[in-house]
């Protein structure tokens, strides 16, 4: 058992956490004071690179896998021991805040720098990770880069992915020739911490700064296709229409319906929606759209995807238009680890922090890490109104350097423990 | 008052009209039959240059507006006359079909031709117009090249209107520096007569090849604006949402609750929706959509004006979300002149076709011509399976050598009318 031992905290430096976020944001800043780091885009790259100086200043080692995760390594005065990872991701929606993701990855970085300056050599190596196309903004799936790390993806079919554009990932990283890094070597891991923004209201809410992550919701992503008839919107009498985006309309309300049907913890969301031909004065004849459903209950998510496809099929019939459910993404519920949750709640009691335990809505990197068998937890900290995936998400000060403070004391705790 | 007067007649001949229909689609062809020629693109300038050489080998005299509508004038005995106008517009919807528009052009070549052939001068010039941006899918409001000849649209307004990637009409017809044509000097109109497919069931449903317009449906464009907030799809419950897109879903269906409250006549369509930001993890946060609405009675027109800004008010109080709904375009209902339409029912029924009479759901460039005070009629002809705005909209050859020939009978009845 890994346990909290005051003789060895190192105190992180919150000036320079909280400065080094803020730094990171002007890369890809947008107009609105958030962010625009698109997985593999140019200002991806950027926020990546400067990640690597910082590293490197350290003296760090860096590497990167195929699907282009970076990995940066403090070795350890062990080093065949299996290291204890740490990190999130840099890359952000279109209209993305500062703190999703990058947050997570310079906590990492600010625990290297805080065990950097006091001169401390940990017992098992440190492994920073920024794990590539977490957001799935850009590329479906999102945490791609945890999920071919892990092996839960296939990596070939991954690199083939498409974004709107029909741009594939893999000419994407074969345009991306900067940067002096080795492959990363198969080597074992210890356990991952990840810290990250709640992206929900229940933290603020309850006005608790640190959130121990259980687990993770269960999740369903699908890509809709509907096909009616296009014609003039004219002479076209309403009772002869087959109108894809009328038909829909009824599925969007739909999604709504069958997430308010599972309880507090069903969430359904419509987040794209394209039709054809796109006239004002013509009838819809095709509409493709995306589904987002989860749920923290295995057999609750279950039963929201019956009930979907149940509505798909009744909306089809009485609109005769086709409607094609095709389901994306599937991933179960995951909980994290009991003997690492332990340590973080012992770390926050420590600093006298008061903590409340919840799943997550929202997927993460570690969600993959944990499913892969590494002993995998996550803290929260609160976000400013549950906002988050936009430009005004915001975090307090004092909140961003309590929860790494929590995280920076348990990852030592496991980088010193004795064997 | 005119009469059709046997010892004046010219045949038609069906087979050049049929053959110069189907060339005329092989400009901007698309891969499934329809046809492409957005307006003031390469496609329509193709298209009407093929019009303009046609024209110029029988002898007429082109000219040009600054819209960019073309007048191919075919001098009578007494051009000082005001002349008898016919045509129709060649530009067509993204995904469009080979006759809505290019049928009435090419039907007034057809008589143009046939009189040449036949040697006749008439008494009143014949100018056969095509009308620029009939369609207005690039660049609303529709019917934009007879609405500025006629002085309803304002000409410097309409040239800064800008299509989805933010192009000026102005700026395309700067570029456009082919043709030889003269500025269309200031004519008094006599008369303006046009063909054009039905796009509605109700001819064929009948099994009537000759649909005499009596006037054209009033019509609202609107555009509107929701605004809710983006935020993660997976961490934020379904009551804390302000759900743009949801919002939008229900005003869609209140459209189609409008159009239906309304009676057989009544019509509303979304024929564009784009949302933003796009992920398939965000709740989208402002969706910009489209609503057509029209009516063949003008109160009526109103009364759906009310009631789905009383929907949109209501949905917008329930949904949290703010809703502005913006009036595009508004066109009343437009009777046809009484005396042409009694010449084109007479000449119909001299050449033993049975007639329909009714109004049309479709806005045409008639509309804008009767508006001004010229008298206008219009005939209709059946559009199989109703279906217009579709690269599989369909005439039989049949019934477009008799609409033609109608048409052709009641326009020389005009052009050869003793004074």
Partial sequence: MTTINSSNNINIDGDQLWHSIHEMAQIGATEREGVCRLAF???????????????????????????????????????????????????????GGKYDGAYGVLSALEIARSLYAAGRRPTRSLEIVSFANEEGARFAPPMMGSGVFTGKLDLEKMLDTTDFEERTIRGELSQD???????????????????????????????????????????????????????????????????????????????EQTALAHGPDGRGTVGTLSLSPFSRNVIPGSVTLTIDTRHSDNPQLDAMDAMLRQAAAEIAQCRSVSIQVDELW??????????????????????????????????????????????????????????????????????????CQVLCDAVVARLFAEL
């Fill in 330 to 403: 599937h991933s179960p519920m995951r909980p994290f680890d009991p003997e690492l949750i332990h340590s973080l709640e012992q770390a926050a009691q420590a600093r006298g922090f008061n903590t409340l335990h919840l799943a997550s809505g929202a997927g993460h990197d570690a969600v993959y890490m944990a499913t892969s068998g590494v002993p995998t937890a996550m803290l929260f900290v609160p976000t400013k109104d549950g906002i988050s995936h936009n430009e005004s998400e915001s975090i307090t000060r004092e909140d961003a350097i309590a929860g």
């Fill in 177 to 255: 020739t900067t940067g002096d890094f080795m492959t990363r070597p198969q080597r074992a891991i210890d356990s991952f911490f990840e810290i990250h923004i709640e992206q929900g209201p229940i933290l603020e809410a309850a006005e608790i700064p640190i959130g121990i992550v259980t687990g993770a919701y269960a999740q369903r992503w699908y890509e809709v296709t509907l096909t009616g008839m296009e014609s003039h919107a004219g002479p076209t009498p309403m009772s002869y229409r087959k109108d894809a985006l009328v038909a829909g309309a009824e599925l969007i309300l739909a999604v």
């Fill in 41 to 95: 885009s140019a200002e991806d790259r950027a926020g990546r690179d400067r990640f690597i100086d910082d590293c490197q200043e350290l003296g760090m080692e860096i590497s990167r896998d195929t699907i282009g995760n970076i990995f940066a390594r403090m070795e350890g005065e062990q080093p065949t021991l299996p290291a204890v990872m740490v990190g999130s991701h840099l890359d952000s929606q279109p209209t």
